[in-house]
Structures are given as structure tokens and as C-alpha cells.
């Protein structure tokens, strides 16, 4: 385990945590992609040239889908689940200051959910084939949301 006090880079700060959750969710599936590890995935994914990626949907939730295939994107949100959770400011370049988190991309917040758009390839039963993700393995999915725009 990460020791969180010796864990600042220069000029961040970290907070106590609360001592209990205000909410609960349910993962609905994994996603799954090419990076094993943090420091492989890329910052933003590319949802033009990105690597094929799979949504890997519990089949509970599988009737849920209707209406999703012949759609050219979505947005996915999921549970940056390895991050830290403790840090207010961050350092993310190592430089002479620090920002505050709520103003960075980084998987690095209080309640870790990612939100990105993916161009959908196809739908194979449970399986959604997309392009564009940028986050490790097994990383748990939150929700799926339909393309801006009108119903198909």
C-alpha cells in the first residue's frame, strides 16, 4: 500500500477523506483494453485511430442495449478504480506549482469517474466493440450513454 503523506510530488496537498460513502453504485461490466498498467494508457483516447477496444456489459443488464446498435458514438462512464482519491492540488508536470484537481483531466479526484465518447464499432450480445478508450483493463463500467442527437 501507498503511503499517502510521502506521496506528494512538490506543492500538492492532500485531504482526509470522509469516513463513510454518501452513495452506492453498481458496475454494469469491465472494459476491456490493451494497457495493463496506468503508465501504458494513453491521456485521451482516440476514437479515430485508438486501438479496438471491448465494453464487456454484466448480461443482467443486456436489455438495456436496445437501440444502441447503428449508433456511430457513446459515451461510456466508468471507475477509475486504481487512483487515489485524497489529493485537492496536484503537481502533474513536477513543476514550481500546483493546480487544483477540479480543474485537471486526471484520473486523480475525490470520486474517480471518467466520462468518454467512443465510436462504436459493433454489438455482439453483451459485447459493445468500441474505439477511444484510454484507461487499464478490467476497468469497471458505471453507465453507457446514448450519442448526442436524435434516436436512431
Known amino acids: 500500500m501507498t503511503d499517502h503523506v510521502t506521496d506528494l510530488r512538490p506543492h500538492e496537498v492532500a485531504v ?3 469516513g463513510a460513502f454518501d452513495a452506492s453504485i453498481w458496475f454494469i461490466g469491465r472494459l476491456r483494453t490493451p494497457w495493463t498498467d496506468r503508465s ?4 485521451r483516447g482516440d476514437p479515430e485511430t485508438g486501438p479496438d477496444c471491448r465494453v464487456e456489459l ?4 443486456i436489455e438495456g442495449l436496445a437501440g444502441v446498435e447503428g449508433r456511430e458514438r457513446i459515451q461510456l462512464l466508468y471507475w477509475m478504480h486504481l487512483s487515489r482519491r485524497d489529493l485537492m492540488r496536484q503537481n502533474p508536470n513536477f513543476g514550481d506549482a500546483s493546480v487544483g484537481t477540479f480543474s485537471l483531466r486526471s484520473p486523480v479526484r475525490p ?3 471518467a466520462a468518454t465518447v467512443v465510436r462504436l464499432l459493433r454489438v455482439e450480445g453483451a459485447v459493445l466493440h468500441v474505439r477511444g478508450l484510454d484507461c487499464v483493463n478490467g476497468t469497471p463500467l458505471v453507465d453507457i450513454k446514448g450519442e448526442f442527437g436524435a434516436i436512431p
Request: one cysteine or more; charged letters at 20%; glycine letters at 0%.
Open 16 to 18: 482526509p477523506l470522509p
Open 40 to 43: 501504458q494508457c494513453p491521456r
Open 58 to 61: 454484466d448480461p443482467r443488464w
Open 111 to 113: 470520486n474517480p469517474i
